[in-house]
């Protein structure tokens, strides 16, 4: 079975006077421990793709199966208990807590978890060990670079031991070279921890390290190709 | 941590909360002062009115207030008196028996109010001795008369003249006597200056025909707030009236209300000032934070949880305030306390017209204290209400794309 089975995805936006298909019947599987890239221009629906994907917006049409489970029919607090224990994310403006050190960002995640105090210490310390930040464990994020945040960020959404990672852009605020360092990192966790990776991006240099590639255009896939 | 996050969050921008918290600061320092002033007047308004002649409350036979009759006296037994006496805050009980009489010296002839009391118990209560101008004291032994000034003068009465009373006793009997003038009391009212008489319990009770009868017995406690415990104690004794200070001085009782009824007003609009202040904060301190809230929503955090962060925020804000005002308030209000404040002027011929001292005494009791904290606890709940109902329709997506 599919890590990720997409169905025939719709995504309609009636807001504006205009409606806009930002998604237009997708249909595609995830399988475990890829790292793929969506990609495609601005506005060809990669960040509708992944809010979808990650249960933050509902489609028009079609559905979405994860291990299974169609996340669409859960409750809507169920569908945040999900998130919290099944899906990582990481964003494009890194958003950590601002008043949180490095490591309680980590472990606010096992926080809402319920995991206990010791084991979330000695738990986010090993991620921020991972994402080679343990040294600055006590920073607060403003104290941070911004590719430094974001290696917290990825830290976070492991945290939980999600079955995949979801990136939107991550490295879209970094400089070439806290880029590059990112994708390493996250090509480094995807092969010792077998975390599936699906992240977005419109940078030539961070496609060229995907596995996996899938291009949108119009909120349709153009091509689905391995690298 | 949810307690670390919130007291962190609230200090993200120091400035602005350290400006709702100095407007809560101020407030209920104010609150408290104001507070502490009114009810330390009303306290000693109150305990000095009681103490002229009511007492805080009496113990009368059954209808006795409304006709004035001596056929409504009561002859409470030993074990009633003692019952009373040691009943709970009860500081002391002095038994008047009291009717009206013509009193006359030679010539004039005038409507007196004559009490007969218990001279050491009636001078324990309301100091009766100090007000003493001429002459001497009653005695518990002797049936000299103590006569007010005003009556003196219209009587044109002398330490040691003979004063003829006469009048009706219990049950219609004839009540006529004379008595010599043993001294001369000055009043605080021009009423009670120009018609009481007093004398003995035992000589009253003679004069009236009316032996171990009483029509009153007046009660002094030592607090005011105890006053309910007493009478609801003082109730087992069934067949007697109890008398509370506020039917028996009710003009008092409706000037307190109402002076009480505007500082509450002058509460509120403090009040409004530390909603304006908390509020105002809150509402700020959830807006700007819209994205990360749609952050915390999307990686997994329910909202009731963020809704407990906001929550405690808003308590904390209120909080810092509040507790501040309380620290800052003590010394000064116990300041005030130990030196109350005369009043000079105008104001002064108001205190004088109930009888009262004019003085402006401040309370030091922790319910002052301990109500501003509940207050403004409750403020700071309501206030958050705007965080908890932002959060239940904050959609993360959007709140993502902001
Ligand atoms: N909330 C929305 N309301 C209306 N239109 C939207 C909304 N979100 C995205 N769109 C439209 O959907 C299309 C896809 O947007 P998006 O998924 O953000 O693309 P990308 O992330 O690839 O830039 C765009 O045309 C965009 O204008
Ligand atoms: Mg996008």
């Known amino acids: 079975m599919a890590l990720i089975e997409i169905q025939h995805l719709d995504k309609i936006y009636n807001s504006s006077a205009v409606a806009v298909h930002a998604l237009n019947d997708v249909?595609?599987?995830?399988?475990?421990?890829?790292?793929?890239?969506?990609?495609?221009?601005?506005?060809?629906?990669?960040?509708?793709?992944?809010?979808?994907?990650?249960?933050?917006?509902?489609?028009?049409?079609?559905?979405?199966?994860?291990?299974?489970?169609d996340i669409f029919k859960l409750k809507s607090s169920e569908l945040i208990d999900y998130r919290l224990n099944h899906i990582g994310f990481v964003f494009q403006a890194y958003n950590l807590i601002p008043v949180f050190t490095a490591r309680e960002n980590v472990e606010f995640i096992m926080l809402l978890q319920g995991v206990s105090k010791k084991e979330r210490e000695k738990q986010a310390m090993a991620l921020l060990d991972s994402v080679g930040l343990a040294d600055r464990s006590n920073s607060r994020p403003n104290q941070l670079s911004g590719g430094q945040q974001q290696r917290v960020a990825v830290a976070r959404s492991l945290a939980s031991h999600p079955d995949f990672v979801l990136a939107d852009e991550p490295t879209a605020n970094l400089d070439s070279e806290s880029a590059g360092d990112l994708l390493d990192l996250m090509e480094t966790l995807n092969e010792s921890h077998n975390m599936t990776f699906i992240f977005s991006t419109h940078d030539d240099r961070v496609i060229k390290r995907a596995r996996r590639i899938i291009t949108l255009q119009d909120g349709a896939v153009k091509s689905d190709v391995m690298n | 941590m949810y307690f670390t996050l919130s007291w962190r969050n609230i200090w993200r921008n120091k400035k602005r909360t350290l400006i709702a918290a100095a407007s809560v600061f101020f407030a209920v320092i104010m609150a408290i002062i104001m507070r502490s002033a009114q009810i330390g007047s009303y306290a000693y308004m109150i305990h000095s009115s009681a103490k002229l002649y009511t007492g805080y409350l009496q113990i009368q036979g059954e209808g006795y207030w409304d006709n004035r009759s001596m056929n409504r006296s009561i002859s409470p037994s030993e074990d009633d008196y003692e019952f009373i006496r040691s009943a709970p805050h009860v500081v002391s009980a002095t038994p008047r028996l009291e009717g009206f009489a013509l009193v006359s010296n030679d010539t004039a002839t005038k409507v007196a109010q004559v009490i007969g009391t218990d001279p050491e118990l009636e001078n324990n209560m309301t100091d009766l001795k100090d007000k003493l101008i001429k002459g001497a004291y009653l005695k518990s032994d002797s049936d000299g008369v103590l006569v007010a000034e005003g009556l003196m003068k219209m009587l044109k009465l002398q330490v040691g003249d003979s004063l003829v009373l006469y009048g009706q006793g219990y049950h219609g009997q004839m009540a006529a006597a004379i008595y010599p003038v043993a001294g001369f009391i000055k009043m605080p009212f021009q009423e009670l200056n120009n018609s009481l008489v007093f004398l003995n319990l035992k000589t009253a009770q003679r004069f009236y025909s009316a032996p171990d009868r009483i029509t009153s017995l007046a009660i002094m406690i030592d607090k005011q707030s105890h006053l309910d415990e007493t009478i609801h104690h003082l109730k087992k004794l069934e067949k007697y009236a109890v008398m509370r200070w506020e039917e028996m001085l009710p003009d008092m009782y409706q000037s307190i209300q109402l002076d009480n009824a505007s500082g509450i007003i002058m509460l509120i609009i403090l009040y409004i000032v530390i909603t304006f202040g908390v509020f105002g904060t809150i509402m700020m301190m959830v807006s700007e934070r819209y994205k990360e809230f749609g952050v915390l929503i999307s990686v997994g955090m329910r909202k009731w949880r963020l809704m407990i962060i906001t929550t405690l925020e808003s308590v904390f804000v209120a909080f810092v305030g509040v507790i501040a005002g309380i620290i800052g308030s003590i010394p000064l209000v116990y300041y005030m306390h130990h030196n109350p404040i005369y009043f000079t002027g105008a104001a002064t011929q108001t205190f004088e017209a109930m009888g009262v001292e004019p003085i402006f005494y401040f309370s030091t009791d922790s319910v002052i204290f301990f109500s501003q904290a509940v207050v403004v606890l409750i403020i700071a709940l309501a206030s958050a209400i705007y965080p908890v109902l932002f959060i239940r329709k904050l959609e993360p997506v959007e709140a993502l794309h902001s």
């Not at chain 1, 421990?33 to 809010?51: C, D, H, R, W, Y």
């Open chain 1, 27 to 69: 249909t595609l599987n995830v399988e475990k421990k890829e790292f793929t890239a969506i990609v495609g221009p601005s506005g060809s629906g990669k960040t509708t793709m992944l809010n979808i994907l990650g249960g933050l917006d509902k489609p028009s049409s079609g559905f979405i199966k994860i291990e299974g489970t």
